[in-house]
């Protein structure tokens, strides 16, 4: 069985930075493109990032966390990553990671992200 | 980025009936080379994440039951649930996946009348 267990969210500060993790178990890691998305308190879904599978060479961001945001993988750790860097109060919600097979097969419970002072 | 509309906003049936969803594109997701449809319905209940539920807007994903289906191609899809049950309270969103920028429908939130 699939499962996706996301970590590392908080409250942080306007400008602050934290580091989600996404640990997948249940099926081979390494083959599969992996997402973040995120849902604002009420609101509907946003892709926020991608990576191919394999080394994850090509990733994807969405305009609005362009240049703040980064996503990486550790295959050997089956772990997934998202530093957000430069946090503003609009990037409040919570985040998922999915299993990307262009459609999201699997998704996490979640963890949320305020961005608040 | 390719805008999805859903419509209506929200949904009153009463058990038993039929609920239909409808979801637009602001250009086709359709591509004519392999004539497949890009587009997927997710359910997503309070406190939960979403669930897959359709894709290439008519294929159903393993275990989602039969009374859901989807229909649809080029910019107009639907989403239709043939006898409403307690346990279909939920919001519904489409999303396309024919683009890059992947792309959600503002959702549709389905109650019992």
């Known amino acids: 069985e699939v499962h996706l267990l996301e970590s590392g969210g908080g409250l942080v500060q306007p400008g602050g930075s934290l580091r989600l993790s996404c640990a997948a178990s249940?099926?081979?890691?390494?083959?599969?493109?992996m997402s973040w998305l995120r849902q604002a308190p009420g609101r509907g879904l946003e892709s926020v990032s991608s990576i191919i599978s394999g080394g994850g060479a090509t990733t994807y961001y969405a305009d609005s966390v362009k240049g703040r945001f980064t996503i990486s993988r550790d295959n050997s750790k089956n772990t997934l990553y998202l530093q957000m860097n430069s946090l503003r109060a609009e990037d409040t919600a919570i985040y998922y990671c999915a299993r990307d097979a262009k459609v999201f097969d699997s998704w996490g419970q979640g963890t949320l992200v305020t961005v608040s002072s | 980025d390719i805008v999805m509309t859903q419509s209506p906003d929200s949904l009153a049936v009463s058990l038993g009936e039929r609920a239909t969803i409808n979801c637009k594109s602001s250009q086709s997701v359709s591509y004519s080379s392999n004539s497949k449809n890009y587009l997927a319905w997710y359910q997503q209940k309070p406190g939960q994440p979403p669930k897959l539920l359709i894709y290439?807007?008519?294929a159903r994903e393993s275990g989602v039951p039969d009374r859901f289906s989807g229909s649809g191609s080029g910019t107009d899809f639907t989403l239709t649930i043939s006898s409403l049950q307690a346990e279909d309270v939920a919001v519904y969103y489409c999303?396309?996946?024919?683009?890059?920028?992947?792309?959600f429908g503002q959702g549709t939130r389905l109650e019992i009348k």
């Open positions: 290439w807007a008519s």
């Open positions: 999303q396309q996946y024919y683009s890059t920028s992947i792309t």
């Open positions: 249940g099926f081979t890691f390494s083959s599969y493109a």
